[in-house]
């Protein structure tokens, strides 16, 4: 496989992973989390029940569910994303080893990514096993995007013309990282709301069911794991632990607008930086406002979907940012 045919590869994969983000996003958001109960097929078939014998054994297998063929059918259709992404990042993994003693070649990154997605295997699997558990669903979504940032970055360092930074480029990448740490930790939190249902826990905007400080309860909003064999679709959680679950991310997000403001005002002023400037610009006022409109119009499903595609890239801008002021020369990559 040729570099150029390598590198092509690579930005099919990142693709093709938002693609199983927001496919993830949209089968969470829809509650077809469990369409499935078995794993890696569904009701014992690599499809879903469609016939009328299908269904019958189907019905048999939880009595306490009734089957649900929609959600099984967008249950199944994100495996299938997630199968396909799963054998492209094997090929990529399997040329970068033949291709190890070429120069420039990245194998570790590669390499990783493999381990990483057959991890995101098993947590797919133990998300339904576990009846979505939000300790596991929440890990499987950093995986998810874990794994197009890391896409991401093959991408960049495959590409065939690299870019050395500048002094006052290389000077950003400290502020770059910390607008990073913070935008990670605020995608952790988002996505803790989702999975413990805590998205509508605030139904208005500025204030939070008409307070700005509203009783809430942290301690029990962020323990992470609890009992074996609860069923969590929908949520376990009361009032003011779902309260205070919303209230940290809403948090997290007026200190992201306060230090991305920062980073882009130090970009926008460093030259050969102004064009990622804008588009972290424009994402970050989409995400912001996608995110207020989750609230005021509650939680309507594109919308929704929408947050969660624009948080990977965003990420995946940062990604790029780091990569740009941090340019390696192709021998050691």
């Given at each position: 496989m040729s570099r150029s045919l390598y590198n092509k590869l690579a930005l099919f994969a990142c693709g093709l992973t938002l693609v199983v983000i927001v496919l993830g996003a949209w089968v969470r958001l829809t509650d077809a989390g469990l369409g499935c109960p078995d794993w890696p097929g569904c009701y014992g078939h690599l499809t879903w029940p469609a016939s009328d014998s299908d269904?019958?054994?189907?019905?048999?297998?939880?009595?306490d569910r009734a089957v649900d063929v929609g959600a099984a059918i967008r249950e199944m259709v994100h495996r299938y994303a997630a199968a396909l992404l799963g054998l492209v990042v094997v090929i990529l993994a399997a040329a970068a080893w033949r291709k190890r003693r070429e120069p420039g070649q990245p194998v570790k990154l590669p390499l990783l990514l493999l381990a990483l997605i057959l991890f995101q295997g098993a947590l797919g699997a133990w998300t339904v096993t576990l009846l979505l558990k939000p300790a596991i669903v929440l890990a499987h979504l950093t995986g998810g995007m874990l794994t197009f940032s890391l896409l991401v970055l093959l991408y960049l360092r495959t590409r065939p013309r690299q870019v050395r930074p500048n002094l006052p480029q290389r000077k950003l990448r400290p502020a770059i990282v910390l607008a990073t740490v913070v935008l990670v930790a605020q995608v952790l939190l988002g996505g803790w709301v989702s999975t413990n249902y805590a998205a509508l826990a605030c139904p208005d905007f500025p204030t939070c069911t008409g307070q700005w400080w509203p009783e809430s309860?942290?301690?029990?909003?962020f323990r992470l794991w609890r009992g074996v064999g609860v069923d969590y679709e929908g949520g376990i959680l009361?009032?003011?632990?779902?309260?205070?679950?919303?209230?940290?991310?809403?948090?997290?997000a007026v200190i992201v607008v306060g230090i991305f403001g920062w980073l882009l005002w130090r970009l926008f002023h460093t030259p050969g930086l102004s064009r990622p400037a804008a588009l972290l610009s424009a994402l970050l006022a989409t995400q912001v406002t996608l995110g207020i409109l989750n609230i005021v119009w509650s939680l309507p499903l594109a919308v929704a979907v929408a947050h969660n595609g624009v948080a990977a890239l965003l990420l995946g801008t940062m990604v790029y940012l780091l990569h740009r002021t941090t340019y390696r020369e192709p021998s050691t990559a």
């Open positions: 269904l019958a054994l189907a019905e048999q297998v939880r009595i309860n942290f301690s029990e909003g009361d009032q003011q632990a779902r309260v205070a679950i919303h209230l940290s991310h809403r948090i997290g």
